[in-house]
Every structure is written in structure tokens, then in C-alpha cells.
């Protein structure tokens, strides 16, 4: 699971790489963090649906949710809470880190890169 989460930040990163080296020139960090913002915020929701779908998918088939127990699921279900609205922090999140990485990324190449 960390080296996923890990690979997954990489590419977040790469694709605002990507989207500044689109860039027309002359680069600057402004226009390539934004491109990197757009091409992350693409990739994030992107990313986000599908984790959500694949986690949807797992909870209807009976697995649990990482890192709680049957009987944490069982508890929430009683409570009225159904399980599946935790995976909305996850797909935000990964929304948010994605576009922050990406627009890094941009960013970053467009200010050195030379034209």
C-alpha cells in the first residue's frame, strides 16, 4: 500500500512534468503551474473515481474498508452511518494532493527548463 500511495504521488508530480513541457514557449512558472494544475486536476478526478468505484465494488462483495475491522463496519452500519461515505475524504484528498503536485511539477520544469 505505501509503495502505491508512493508511485501515485511520482505520478502526480510527472504529469504536471508533462503539461509544462506542453508549454508553449517562452515557459514561465506561472503558466506551467497552471497547466500543472489543470493536467492534476484532470488526474485527481480521474484517480478519484476510480478508487472510489474499485472500493465500492469491494465493500458490496463483503471486504472491509483498509484499516477497519468487520466489526467496525458492523458498528458503523448500526449506527445508521453507511460505510461507504468514508471513502469521500479519500477521493478528495487524492483530488487536492493530486492538483498541489502536479501544478509543483509544472511549475518547476517551466521555470527550468530553457526554451
Known amino acids: 500500500m505505501w509503495v502505491s500511495c508512493g ?7 510527472g504529469i504536471g512534468v508533462l503539461a509544462g513541457l506542453f508549454l508553449a514557449p517562452p515557459r514561465a512558472a506561472g503558466k506551467g503551474a497552471g497547466a ?3 493536467a492534476g486536476l484532470l ?4 484517480s478519484g473515481v476510480v478508487g472510489v468505484a474499485i472500493m465500492f465494488i469491494q465493500m458490496r462483495q463483503g471486504t ?3 484499516g477497519l475491522t468487520p466489526e467496525q463496519m ?10 461507504a461515505v468514508l471513502m469521500i475524504p479519500g477521493a478528495v484528498c487524492s483530488l487536492g494532493i493530486g492538483v498541489g ?3 509543483i511539477g509544472g511549475a518547476i520544469l517551466a521555470a527550468v527548463k530553457a526554451d
Open 7 to 13: 508511485v501515485s504521488l511520482l505520478i502526480y508530480a
Open 64 to 66: 472491509t474498508i483498509s
Open 101 to 103: 503536485l502536479a501544478a
Open 74 to 83: 458492523q458498528q458503523l452500519a448500526q449506527s445508521g452511518l453507511d460505510p
Open 36 to 38: 500543472g494544475a489543470i
Open 43 to 46: 488526474s485527481g478526478l480521474v
